[in-house]
């Protein structure tokens, strides 16, 4: 240390520059080190000095990776972190430079990553150096004072000292502290138009009785806060009322009719069946009474929940206004609240579609009930789960059923084959079905009433073709509840859905959204999933925040046979270049299967090629819904397909299923050489 003060002292621009060169040389290609360098030159040069070298040469450095990133690596950064650089685009769309201060601050990606990624954005150069210079400033004073107490060290007890100890305490805490500074910041930037009252009336307020908001207010009840659930409409929103369950309770009774007319599958005699339509939407109703109560206004009182039934408006942040259904209004302040107002379905802009009226599934369950027949002519207009299930029913049940999508395929989400498997399903069933046709227009003349649609081809657009029909069916789609609740009014940023961050914070901290409003899965368990996270961060989100976990998100489509997946498909793993192998089980070979006359469909998994780690599982069969909850556990948990076939499945099962194609991936996966030695050990075991 000595002879380098004498170069130092002799050569001292020489010194200084070797080390900026060789700083910048580091930053610059990506290389490891970059932190032991801004040490070195606390240590070699002392607090200022060696605050101005590493500042300026991590920040010129940090440009020339940008500009190396966006000129020569652009493509290949953006096919290695597809994941990172996604999340890098939306900050700097939403924030712009201040996301790249952030980022500086408090890096959530690693120092080189952060240069390589910003090159492929759209930040200006000029703009990524100064942000950086500036945000990385705090950091690269605290690393430098402890290289200047490092040098310090000339026996085993200076180890020991306290300035030593406070300086590398302070590169612990750092980030922690920096992000808190951060934090305060923002939230005094969002809240600056608004009074904070000093006390509240309630812990939560939540907006919407459906899954999300009733599982929200029973965890917050559940740990003794105070909760407001605020609900206009019925109790239990969507998926008891219009949604899932009485869609299911309709699929099972036309299931039933189905069994009836092909009963020599099963050693009986084919049969017409007799009905009341009537009594089968009367049926629906039923079942939809039936679970009724353990969504009601009294289950939820009893379990510590305050239910107000009226239409909240928030007023500000923390004060809600409801205009209570029995008159009045009642005005209430909360610490956070919570939004999960859900969905509704969305209406195509049809000319005369108004006109000649329609249905959704909301309102299908109530037109429907005052007929004495299903209707005889039922167009379904959209290819997608919702359209595919209630299309198979009604065809089912007796309706003259045309489906309309104007994509080239049925559920378009899952992979070609499982849209053809899906279309031949329908048409047996006696759906007729269009892909590829466009809706132009609805007509009414001479008392009847018609959809035209155009056929779309390679070569363009065919001759409309008039479809006549007593029902419409709109279900092309849910689109968010966003108005009506003064979001707008509060600046809450909405595009299709609310927007809202990992931990499910919309523009004020206090503020979160669950469920269908939110996205980006409308799926009731999906709705139930975030409510957790929106309950426990309004609740504790001052102590510890959790981002929401999308990693395994299952879904079922109830048409027969049943759709079901969680994680990716083949057409997904193929858009993300992923090395990967695809293992099939069919279930023409499963006994139980075989038995029920139900031995059509197949497993599919996806998994790293040579690895037995579980990327994603297709699943068409009966069934299909509750046999894919194994592999979400699986994939949840990090077990892989050899872990499935280590474990005992009842016989005869349709799980068994489940077992067997792990055991397919096995018999592909065999060592080949071992067993032709096993195989000579036997022989020569046989004399």
Not at 332 to 354: H, K, M, N, W
Not at 483 to 494: K, R, W
Not at 637 to 665: C, D, R, S
Request: proline content about 4%.
């Amino acid at each position: 240390m000595a002879q380098f003060d004498q170069y130092k002292a002799h050569s001292p621009l020489l010194i200084i520059g070797l080390f900026f060169l060789i700083y910048v040389v580091v930053t610059a290609l990506s290389l490891p080190g970059a932190a032991i360098l801004t040490l070195a030159a606390g240590a070699l040069f002392g607090l200022l000095q060696g605050l101005l070298v590493a500042s300026f040469a991590s920040s010129i450095g940090a440009t020339l990776a940008f500009l190396t990133s966006r000129y020569l690596l652009r493509d290949t950064i953006k096919q290695r972190f597809p994941e990172r650089l996604a999340a890098i685009d939306a900050g700097i769309k939403k924030e712009g430079a201040f996301y790249l201060f952030t980022l500086r601050l408090v890096p959530i990606f690693p120092f080189f990553l952060i240069n390589l990624l910003m090159g492929v954005t759209a930040i200006r150069a000029r703009t990524f150096y100064w942000v950086s210079q500036i945000g990385m400033l705090a950091g690269t004073f605290v690393f430098v004072n402890a290289g200047t107490q490092l040098a310090q060290i000339d026996s085993l007890s200076g180890i020991l000292s306290f300035n030593l100890i406070v300086s590398f305490a302070l590169l612990g805490f750092f980030p922690l502290i920096a992000k808190a500074i951060l934090n305060l910041f923002k939230k005094r930037r969002v809240y600056k138009n608004h009074h904070k009252p000093k006390k509240f009336d309630r812990n939560m307020i939540v907006i919407g009785a459906g899954a999300g908001g009733l599982v929200t207010s029973y965890i917050a009840a559940t740990v003794r806060a105070k909760v407001t659930l605020i609900e206009a409409g019925e109790m239990g929103g969507d998926c008891l009322n219009y949604g899932c369950v009485p869609s299911k309770t309709l699929i099972k009774s036309a299931k039933v009719v189905e069994q009836m007319h092909h009963g020599e599958r099963y050693g009986l005699e084919n049969t017409t069946p007799q009905f009341s339509f009537k009594k089968v939407m009367a049926r629906v109703h039923k079942v939809i009474a039936d679970i009724a109560p353990n969504d009601s206004i009294d289950r939820y009182t009893g379990l510590g929940v305050e239910v107000l039934k009226g239409y909240a408006k928030l007023i500000d942040p923390w004060t809600v206004e409801i205009a209570l259904n029995d008159g009045g209004t009642q005005t209430l302040t909360a610490r956070s609240i919570v939004i999960a107002t859900g969905a509704r379905p969305f209406i195509p802009p049809l000319p005369g579609i108004e006109e000649s009226g329609y249905v959704t599934s909301d309102t299908i369950w109530h037109k429907f009930s005052a007929l004495d027949k299903p209707p005889k002519k039922l167009v379904v207009l959209g290819g997608g789960p919702i359209g595919s299930e209630l299309a198979q029913a009604f065809a089912r049940l007796g309706s003259n059923v045309t489906q309309i999508e104007r994509g080239t395929r049925l559920m378009k989400k899952e992979d070609i084959e499982v849209s053809e498997l899906v279309q031949q399903a329908l048409i047996s069933s006696g759906v007729k079905v269009l892909t590829s046709h466009q809706a132009i227009r609805c007509e009414t003349y001479d008392g009847k009433k018609y959809i035209v649609v155009q056929p779309q081809n390679e070569k363009g657009q065919s001759k409309e073709i008039t479809i006549e029909y007593d029902e419409l069916l709109c279900a092309v789609g849910r689109s968010a509840r966003l108005d009506g609740y003064g979001l707008e009014a509060l600046g809450i940023e909405t595009a299709r859905t609310i927007v809202t961050n990992e931990y499910l914070e919309t523009l004020y901290p206090n503020i979160y959204a669950a469920g269908d409003i939110v996205g980006p899965y409308q799926f009731t368990h999906v709705a139930s999933h975030q409510a957790w996270y929106a309950a426990v961060n309004g609740l504790f989100g001052h102590l510890k925040r959790f981002k929401v976990d999308y990693r395994v998100i299952p879904w079922t489509t109830f048409i027969d046979p049943e759709v079901a997946r969680v994680g990716l498909n083949e057409q997904q793993a193929v858009e993300k270049n992923i090395d990967f192998e695809v293992t099939r089980y069919d279930f023409k070979t499963l006994d139980r299967a075989v038995t029920e006359s139900a031995n059509h469909g197949f497993i599919k998994v996806i998994t790293p090629k040579g690895k037995d780690k579980i990327l994603g599982v297709t699943i068409v069969s009966e069934h299909a819904g509750d046999l894919i909850s194994e592999f979400v556990l699986a994939m949840k948990h990090g077990l892989g397909l050899n872990k499935i076939l280590g474990t005992i499945h009842v016989y005869p099962t349709w799980a068994e299923g489940n077992k067997y194609v792990a055991g397919e991936w096995k018999r592909n996966h065999a060592p080949e050489k071992t067993l032709n030695w096993l195989e000579k050990y036997h022989t020569w075991r046989r004399g």
